[in-house]
């Protein structure tokens, strides 16, 4: 748990660090016609080019540093979360009845955690910084950001609003099947017995 909690906070600042580079092409441009084109200089081109390469490298290692940190605190969470869930799967089956989910569900949140969702998720809070940044360019590319920012929140609610029933309805379908597939190969050796398993 404790280191958990250590990673979390890196993690939160690797994301601020990552999405203030993502501004390093957008600013490289602006500084290409205001600076290199205006004074024809190949030295500010140069080393504009090199912090560019700079911020991009440093962009692709945090990346990869929040995807590791990510792996760690999912793996945390599966070995906080099987050995428990194993238990309470054999004190179920021991009193007659069966968990349909179980570690299914522990490998859904394992995976939910160490993939690009949950970036998607660390990345989001920052959307308003870029967005500020727009406005500061000037405000009519901040009105545009602003409505398009709008306009992605309002479409991913009505495909959440039309996709949730029948995703759910999938997955609990799915869950059965497991379930009847698990009790199905629980019993072969009584199915063989029968001659059923051909």
């Known amino acids: ?35 290199v084109l205006s004074s ?6 140069m080393w504009l080019t090199l912090a560019v390469i700079a911020a991009i490298a440093v962009y692709g290692m945090l990346e990869q540093a929040r995807r590791m940190i990510l792996g760690h605190i999912s793996q945390w969470l599966d070995d906080q979360l099987s050995v428990p869930v194993i238990e309470r799967a054999m004190e179920a089956r021991l009193a007659g009845s069966s968990l ?19 970036l998607t998720f660390l990345d989001a809070p920052w959307t308003p910084v870029f967005l500020a940044f727009m406005w500061l360019l000037h405000p009519a590319l901040g009105l545009v950001g602003i409505a398009g920012a709008v306009l992605l929140f309002c479409g991913a609610l009505a495909n959440d609003f039309l996709t949730r029933r029948k995703g759910q309805e999938a997955s609990l379908g799915l869950r059965r099947n497991q379930a009847a597939a698990s009790q199905y190969v629980d019993g072969a050796e ?7 398993s051909e």
């Open 1 to 35: 748990m404790h280191l958990a909690r250590r990673q979390v906070p890196a993690l939160l600042l690797f994301s601020l660090l990552a999405n203030l580079l993502l501004l390093a092409s957008t600013v490289y441009m602006l500084q290409i016609y205001d600076r």
């Open 40 to 45: 024809g200089s190949i030295d500010t081109l």
């Open 100 to 118: 349909e989910a179980g570690l299914k569900d522990v490998a859904d949140l394992r995976g939910f955690v160490a993939a690009d969702g949950m």
């Open 190 to 196: 009584t199915l063989r017995s029968l001659g059923m």
